[in-house]
């Protein structure tokens, strides 16, 4: 199986090929060779591969500078996307693409589910929803994982900034009524080769590991990891503050309430995804190694 892997670089690209590795050859481009902002380019380059798969992890993840780079977070968020699923329709060939929580509108307490009304906050959110609708317009054979809260043990991310602040600074005030689930990079690209390996069956789910958290409870437990670890940070668990979000303003406006309901794609995989703890600690293992 050829398997076209774009956004490899990135932290749940990185992981893709790893994980993906098994299942085939994996061609994943980097940005000297395929611009993803340029259309023509892109279109050229799938016209001259023979591909089974195409996994789609690019994407502009900014959620703030989305407000003031509209049309690269379009392009990159609903256009690419748009013009995948155009290909892969054509080709007759299964598309995998990752999508957001910030899809809703982030109020309540209830966890999200697929059928879930949507109502993007902010740019980002809706770029990313207008990408998932292309999709399941255009196709009927595809997987769109929505995922939320995503970290891993490389690159820029909220583990690895707690981490970094930690070693420099006295106390820190992290945001404690946004609730949410991290979501390692390595689960979702687990998941995903899982859900190659068994054929899911096409459709929209939700990914991410059990449990909930805010950010404040997140970087406590960061801390308290680095702490045991014998990292030389200066700040405890107890010195991590809770703050409102009104006490800590942002370009976009954030969600609230990002808590996922994964009980879909726990029923058709026949799993029980693990919870956000446990992968924290393996997650984090692999960041100090």
């Known amino acids: 199986m050829r398997i076209l892997l774009l956004g490899g670089t990135g932290q749940v690209g990185f992981e893709l090929q790893r994980s993906l590795a098994p299942l085939g ?5 980097s940005r000297a060779i395929l611009d993803l902002m340029n259309k023509s380019a892109v279109e050229d380059y799938l016209n001259k591969k023979s591909l089974d798969l195409i996994v789609n992890a690019a994407a502009w993840t900014d959620v703030d500078k989305a407000e003031d780079h509209k049309v690269v977070a379009r392009r990159l968020n609903a256009d690419l996307p ?16 990752y999508s957001s929580d910030y899809v809703f509108k982030g109020s309540g307490s209830k966890p999200w589910n697929e059928n879930s009304p949507i109502g993007p906050l902010n740019f980002y959110g809706q770029t990313k929803l207008e990408g998932d609708e292309s999709i399941q317009q255009s196709s009927s054979n595809y997987l769109i994982f929505r995922i939320s809260w995503v970290y891993g043990s490389r690159g820029n991310n909220f583990m690895n900034s707690m981490l970094k602040l930690a070693k420099n600074k006295t106390k820190l005030n992290i945001v404690s009524d946004q609730i949410g689930t991290p979501t390692p990079a390595r689960l979702i690209a687990e998941v995903t080769a899982l859900a190659i390996h068994t054929r899911l069956e096409s459709g929209l789910y939700h990914l991410t590991p059990r449990g909930e958290t805010s950010w404040h409870g997140f970087a406590q437990a960061i ?29 976009a406006q954030r969600p609230q309430n990002s808590r996922m309901d994964s009980s879909k794609l726990e029923s058709a995989l026949n799993i029980e995804l ?16």
């Open 25 to 29: 050859e994996i061609i994943a481009p």
């Open 82 to 97: 748009e013009q995948l699923v155009q290909y892969s329709t054509t080709n007759k060939i299964k598309l995998i693409h």
């Open 223 to 251: 801390v308290d990891l680095g702490l045991q670890a014998g990292l030389k940070l200066t700040v405890s668990s107890k010195n991590v503050n809770p703050i409102s979000t009104k006490e800590y303003p942002t370009l």
């Open 274 to 289: 693990p919870d956000w703890k446990s992968q924290l600690d393996l997650t984090f293992n692999e960041c100090i190694k």
